[in-house]
């Protein structure tokens, strides 16, 4: 059964923190990986991943994929109180199905 | 950018009445999109795929004949949920990808708040 896991479920930090959200994912043919940003309504795409090891930015966030151990990384340096949201992490199979991990709910405190 | 727009946003109806959610691509064609469901505080849950010109596809315990979706266009697809029910009252967002696009990201709606009261 395809999967999506993320950790942690929720992180309270302060603002100027750095924080890494985590997802490791077990599925058959996968195609790529995802982030998104959830605030009140739908979730905005933050970056795709395909390939191991390189890695993609934007701005304060960045992220990498490692198709080795099977898992990716969103790191959020400076955080600010506008990053508080729900980071959602989903896989993309050649079933061109889109598995979400639960999410996690960042939050940060001035 | 490919923008997916959902309407309505938010809608309020009575038990046993049925209730239409349109998803529409506005600068691209879609043959498939992808309704999503979201219950409070959990991640988004598929529901179906639908297929333009053909019969969507549902994922496993989703009543096909409670969720129906119709994909007339190649730029709008619509699900009814009908005789709603309390249960039934969640957040739905459906999404779709610019397929000529390379490795294209799926786009959201917005969403759609149901209450059934």
């Known amino acids: 059964e395809d999967k999506v896991v993320q950790s942690p479920l929720s992180l309270v930090v302060h603002e100027g923190d750095t924080v890494t959200l985590n997802c490791s994912y077990e599925?058959?043919?996968?195609?790529?990986l995802l982030w998104y940003k959830q605030e009140k309504k739908a979730p905005t795409f933050l970056f795709m991943l395909t390939s191991s090891g390189i890695e993609k930015k934007s701005g304060r966030l960045s992220s990498i994929l490692d198709k080795k151990e099977l898992f990716s990384i969103l790191n959020i340096t400076a955080t600010q109180t506008g990053d508080s949201a729900i980071y959602l992490c989903a896989v993309r199979t050649g079933a061109n199905n889109l598995f979400f991990g639960t999410g996690t709910r960042l939050t940060v405190i001035p | 950018g490919a923008v997916v727009s959902q309407h309505p946003s938010r809608v309020i109806c009575k038990s046993g009445t049925s209730v239409k959610i349109e998803c529409r691509s506005l600068d691209f064609q879609a043959t498939t999109m992808f309704w999503y469901r979201q219950f409070p505080k959990q991640s988004l849950m598929l529901m179906a795929t639908?297929?333009?010109?053909?019969?969507?596809?549902?994922e496993q315990g989703v009543e096909k004949d409670k969720f129906l979706i119709n994909h007339a266009s190649l730029t709008l697809s619509t699900l009814t949920v009908t005789s709603a029910h309390p249960e039934d009252s969640s957040f739905y967002i459906c999404?779709?990808?610019?397929?000529?696009?390379?490795?294209?990201?799926?786009?959201f709606g917005n969403g759609t708040r149901l209450t059934v009261t």
């Open positions: 599925v058959t043919n996968f195609r790529s």
């Open positions: 999404s779709a990808r610019d397929e000529t696009a390379t490795n294209s990201p799926l786009h």
């Open positions: 639908s297929n333009e010109g053909s019969k969507a596809t549902y």
